[in-house]
């Protein structure tokens, strides 16, 4: 069974940047998709990007195009997004996710997901 442990979280200022990874492990990944959501205070969990693992397909919510880049290390079992020119409204709790689907990387939903990590938070200062 995969395990996510994710890391890279914490404060920047409006317009700085962080990168999150997320390493995975107890699984060999193939045809899966690798999922970023996220969850801002009082607000639903959202997906922010998505990958398929083996051809590297990605998809991003409108919001974030131009400014975040997911991407994987195959050979670390590891997912990344690069976010930049991040904005107070960014401020959320960052979830990486795991699905045996490799088709879920494409307008990815929850229920695609079903394996997920700790969590880490991003807060950005206005």
């Known amino acids: 069974q995969v395990q996510l442990v994710e890391s890279g979280g914490g404060l920047v200022q409006t317009g700085g940047s962080l990168r999150l990874s997320c390493a995975a492990s107890?699984?060999?990944?193939?045809?899966?998709?690798l999922g970023w959501f996220r969850r801002a205070p009082g607000k639903d969990r959202e997906v922010v990007a998505a990958i398929n693992w083996s051809g590297g397909n990605t998809y991003y919510t409108d919001s974030v195009k131009g400014r975040f880049t997911i991407s994987r290390d195959i050979a670390k079992n590891t997912v990344y997004l690069q976010m930049n020119s991040l904005k107070p409204e960014d401020t959320a709790v960052y979830y990486c996710?795991?699905?045996?689907?490799?088709?879920?990387?494409?307008?990815?939903?929850?229920?695609?997901?079903?394996?997920w990590g700790q969590g880490t938070q991003v807060t950005v200062s206005s």
């Open positions: 996710a795991f699905s045996a689907a490799g088709s879920a990387w494409y307008r990815p939903r929850l229920s695609d997901y079903g394996r």
């Open positions: 107890g699984r060999t990944l193939g045809n899966d998709a």
